[in-house]
């Protein structure tokens, strides 16, 4: 969120050449294993035989609700339930609009009897929960907590689309286009046509999942499904800078004076990436419904970002220019370098789960802007304001935690094109936290009051421990925590945990434990071979020069002091409270060069920037980056070695 905002496993199936369902529908005619972990698996079977609906169809369709997790009882931000996602209006917020000209206001979801309408028509109804269990004569209770009827009730979706369409229910997956294209009740056609692709796609390619249920899903493999020729493009904002194949709109920020004293908001003009280089893409959740964030964005004297992603559907709004510089980092360094990205959702309730659509979107949104700007697809790169170097020491208490350990980086960069896997055995001196995001559940507290344990949840996050051993002490951060009080498991303290992609330097291995160099000191984790957390990684480190017993950390890499012109007063440093000491090794990534912008007052033009001879890296200091100075430290390699072939 912005700183000044808080507001069949694979079973042998027979299919049996008598049962060939009208209209010609092969499914197999039983599931071989009927223990608790295929439920769910058999769920599709089931439900595809007795509404007609290809089984195919109706799980990659499931896929895109929720990638098949179940999350009974607990609806999505979106106020969707179950596998199929079907949408409760009663207890969903209204999705955000389309915006205009003009503060947006919140519109009613449709209503579930509207028709699909004809073939040529787009006309949309949302996958509604209650329409759904009156299709299969079910309590709408069941829908939100039971699976197996929130699947059947999916399909019987699907199935009653299909024949207001006046298509028949066919075998072929191809015949399915327009009920799929319609199932998510997205009104703009780009969007919809997106969601289609992408669940035909899968059906081509096929997917393995244990969901965070532990259920064990398979989707097999059909390559030839047929692409749908010519996806249709919404005419959008000539402003908005967006890929053809995701809706944008275009909501802008304000820049303007606020008074007489010389304030502005809420952003700055620049000339990326001519005067200055985009380096980073921020990712943030809004702790904050997507209305009331299109209000605060629109307020000069509140901060700004520079694109809103919706959790019902995708929809994307851009707010700021990719040239100019938005307020959402809580470091005008980093401000000056990056584009940020807000996400609707909220860190402390994993139950109002991120969607499928949110996340595919926001990937879509960041491998577009990433190949137009040159930003490595690394977490190094690509980063949560939880990562966000703290840009003084006295900040460090004020920087943001969004969007918290219940985002599925793994998942995200799979979905960027640069999945996250070991690139070195399991003793190469660096490695990458990778945990399985469905089954690695540590428990966090503060989510629904302080103290009181949070509902057990997949998470890209691991804990650190002072010795190898989980009734030891966490690790004591003394920037988060400058009076010396303890790490907590809250579920927005980070002082003493890593997240998924980062990587790090081994300082010590011992049985199931690694240690790795974290802030300056030594800090373990549980890695057991059967269930690692943590993978080989290769690449590069730095270590402090021979003859230096420790080197300061920085939150930016300024300009040398000779590097300001006469008028521009320079910005002092501000060393972080952590050190590295003589023979400890931190990740690098990249080189940085040292710049500095004067944002102390408004103009109608961009300022110049600042540029040093001073070289920096930067480095993976502990849960945040941070930045040494070139001339302080040596590079190391850690070379690419032998990798588990399964990425372990």
Same mark, same amino acid.
């Given at each position: 969120m912005p700183d000044k905002v808080r507001i069949c496993r694979r079973t042998a199936c027979l299919i049996s050449t008598a049962a060939l369902l009208p209209p010609l529908l092969l499914l197999p005619a039983c599931s071989s294993d009927n223990s608790e972990d295929q439920r769910l698996q058999k769920a599709f079977t089931d439900a595809a035989r007795e509404f007609h609906v290809p089984r195919s169809v109706l799980m990659s369709v499931s896929y895109m609700q929720s990638r098949w997790d179940s999350h009974p009882g607990t609806p999505s931000v979106a106020g969707g339930y179950g596998p199929m996602h079907l949408v409760d209006a009663d207890r969903a917020h209204a999705p955000a609009p389309a915006p205009g000209p003009t503060t947006p206001k919140s519109r009613t979801t449709m209503p579930a009897e509207v028709a699909a309408g004809p073939p040529g028509d787009h006309t949309v109804q949302p996958a509604d929960l209650e329409r759904a269990a009156r299709l299969i004569r079910t309590p709408a209770g069941e829908l939100r907590t039971d699976a197996v009827a929130n699947v059947r009730g999916?399909?019987?979706?699907?199935?009653?689309t299909q024949r207001r369409l006046g298509k028949p229910l066919s075998a072929n997956p191809d015949a399915w286009w327009q009920a799929v294209e319609r199932f998510p009740g997205t009104p703009d056609v780009t969007s919809a046509t997106t969601y289609a692709d992408d669940v035909f796609d899968l059906i081509r390619r096929g997917a393995h999942r244990t969901t965070a249920e532990g259920q064990e899903v398979t989707l097999p493999a059909t390559p030839g499904v047929?692409?749908?020729?010519?996806?249709?493009?919404?005419?959008?904002?000539?402003?908005v800078e967006c890929p053809p194949e995701l809706a944008c709109d275009w909501l802008a920020a304000p820049y303007q004076e606020i008074d007489d004293d010389g304030d502005y908001g809420n952003h700055d003009l620049a000339d990326r990436p001519r005067d200055q280089r985009i380096e980073y893409i921020v990712i943030h959740d809004t702790e904050a419904k997507l209305p009331n964030m299109f209000q605060t964005v629109q307020d000069p004297t509140e901060a700004s970002w520079h694109y809103s992603v919706r959790s019902s559907d995708g929809h994307v709004t851009q707010h700021v220019r990719t040239k100019d510089e938005a307020w959402h980092s809580g470091s005008k360094f980093v401000n000056a370098r990056s584009i940020g990205i807000e996400h609707e959702g909220f860190l402390a309730h994993p139950g109002s789960w991120y969607t499928e659509q949110m996340y595919r979107s926001s990937a879509r949104l960041v491998r577009y802007l990433a190949k137009k700007y040159g930003v490595p697809l690394d977490r190094q790169h690509i980063f949560g304001h939880d990562n966000v170097p703290s840009p003084t020491t006295d900040s460090i208490p004020e920087m943001h935690e969004d969007p918290g350990p219940y985002w599925d980086w793994r998942h995200y960069f799979d979905l960027l094109g640069a999945p996250l896997k070991a690139t070195a055995g399991p003793d190469?001196?660096? /490695?990458?936290?990778?945990?399985?995001?469905?089954?690695?559940?540590?428990?966090?507290?503060?989510?629904?009051?302080?103290?009181?344990p949070c509902p057990p949840h997949g998470s890209s996050a691991v804990r650190l421990y002072?010795?190898?051993?989980?009734?030891?002490?966490?690790i004591q951060d003394p920037g988060r925590r400058?009076?010396?009080?303890?790490?907590?498991?809250? /579920?927005?303290?980070?002082?003493s945990r890593v997240s998924t992609g980062q990587t790090?330097? /081994?300082?010590?291995?011992r049985g199931e434990w690694t240690a790795i160099w974290y802030q300056?000191?030594?800090?373990?984790?549980?890695?057991?071979?059967?269930?690692?957390?943590?993978v080989g990684a290769s690449g590069r480190m730095?270590?402090?020069?021979?003859?230096?017993?420790? /080197?300061p950390a920085f939150g930016r890499a300024l300009p040398e002091e000779e590097a300001y012109p006469e008028g521009v007063e320079e910005e002092s440093e501000s060393p972080l409270p952590y050190t590295l000491r003589a023979g400890q090794r931190y990740v690098t990534q990249s080189a940085v060069g040292s710049s500095y912008v004067d944002r102390s007052f408004f103009s109608a033009t961009p300022q110049p920037v600042v540029l040093g001879q001073e070289k920096y890296y930067e480095i993976q200091l502990g849960h945040r980056l941070a930045y040494v100075r070139a001339n302080d430290v040596d590079l190391v390699d850690a070379p690419a070695g032998k990798a588990d072939p399964t990425g372990r």
């Amino acid at each position: 969120m912005p700183d000044k905002v808080r507001i069949c496993r694979r079973t042998a199936c027979l299919i049996s050449t008598a049962a060939l369902l009208p209209p010609l529908l092969l499914l197999p005619a039983c599931s071989s294993d009927n223990s608790e972990d295929q439920r769910l698996q058999k769920a599709f079977t089931d439900a595809a035989r007795e509404f007609h609906v290809p089984r195919s169809v109706l799980m990659s369709v499931s896929y895109m609700q929720s990638r098949w997790d179940s999350h009974p009882g607990t609806p999505s931000v979106a106020g969707g339930y179950g596998p199929m996602h079907l949408v409760d209006a009663d207890r969903a917020h209204a999705p955000a609009p389309a915006p205009g000209p003009t503060t947006p206001k919140s519109r009613t979801t449709m209503p579930a009897e509207v028709a699909a309408g004809p073939p040529g028509d787009h006309t949309v109804q949302p996958a509604d929960l209650e329409r759904a269990a009156r299709l299969i004569r079910t309590p709408a209770g069941e829908l939100r907590t039971d699976a197996v009827a929130n699947v059947r009730g999916g399909a019987a979706i699907l199935a009653a689309t299909q024949r207001r369409l006046g298509k028949p229910l066919s075998a072929n997956p191809d015949a399915w286009w327009q009920a799929v294209e319609r199932f998510p009740g997205t009104p703009d056609v780009t969007s919809a046509t997106t969601y289609a692709d992408d669940v035909f796609d899968l059906i081509r390619r096929g997917a393995h999942r244990t969901t965070a249920e532990g259920q064990e899903v398979t989707l097999p493999a059909t390559p030839g499904v047929s692409p749908h020729p010519g996806s249709q493009v919404s005419k959008r904002p000539k402003n908005v800078e967006c890929p053809p194949e995701l809706a944008c709109d275009w909501l802008a920020a304000p820049y303007q004076e606020i008074d007489d004293d010389g304030d502005y908001g809420n952003h700055d003009l620049a000339d990326r990436p001519r005067d200055q280089r985009i380096e980073y893409i921020v990712i943030h959740d809004t702790e904050a419904k997507l209305p009331n964030m299109f209000q605060t964005v629109q307020d000069p004297t509140e901060a700004s970002w520079h694109y809103s992603v919706r959790s019902s559907d995708g929809h994307v709004t851009q707010h700021v220019r990719t040239k100019d510089e938005a307020w959402h980092s809580g470091s005008k360094f980093v401000n000056a370098r990056s584009i940020g990205i807000e996400h609707e959702g909220f860190l402390a309730h994993p139950g109002s789960w991120y969607t499928e659509q949110m996340y595919r979107s926001s990937a879509r949104l960041v491998r577009y802007l990433a190949k137009k700007y040159g930003v490595p697809l690394d977490r190094q790169h690509i980063f949560g304001h939880d990562n966000v170097p703290s840009p003084t020491t006295d900040s460090i208490p004020e920087m943001h935690e969004d969007p918290g350990p219940y985002w599925d980086w793994r998942h995200y960069f799979d979905l960027l094109g640069a999945p996250l896997k070991a690139t070195a055995g399991p003793d190469s001196p660096m /490695v990458m936290i990778l945990p399985d995001y469905a089954t690695h559940k540590p428990l966090y507290t503060g989510c629904d009051g302080h103290g009181k344990p949070c509902p057990p949840h997949g998470s890209s996050a691991v804990r650190l421990y002072t010795e190898p051993d989980e009734k030891s002490p966490l690790i004591q951060d003394p920037g988060r925590r400058p009076d010396g009080e303890d790490s907590t498991e809250d /579920v927005s303290d980070l002082g003493s945990r890593v997240s998924t992609g980062q990587t790090f330097a /081994v300082a010590e291995r011992r049985g199931e434990w690694t240690a790795i160099w974290y802030q300056g000191e030594k800090a373990w984790f549980r890695n057991p071979k059967d269930h690692p957390t943590a993978v080989g990684a290769s690449g590069r480190m730095v270590t402090p020069k021979a003859g230096m017993d420790e /080197v300061p950390a920085f939150g930016r890499a300024l300009p040398e002091e000779e590097a300001y012109p006469e008028g521009v007063e320079e910005e002092s440093e501000s060393p972080l409270p952590y050190t590295l000491r003589a023979g400890q090794r931190y990740v690098t990534q990249s080189a940085v060069g040292s710049s500095y912008v004067d944002r102390s007052f408004f103009s109608a033009t961009p300022q110049p920037v600042v540029l040093g001879q001073e070289k920096y890296y930067e480095i993976q200091l502990g849960h945040r980056l941070a930045y040494v100075r070139a001339n302080d430290v040596d590079l190391v390699d850690a070379p690419a070695g032998k990798a588990d072939p399964t990425g372990r």
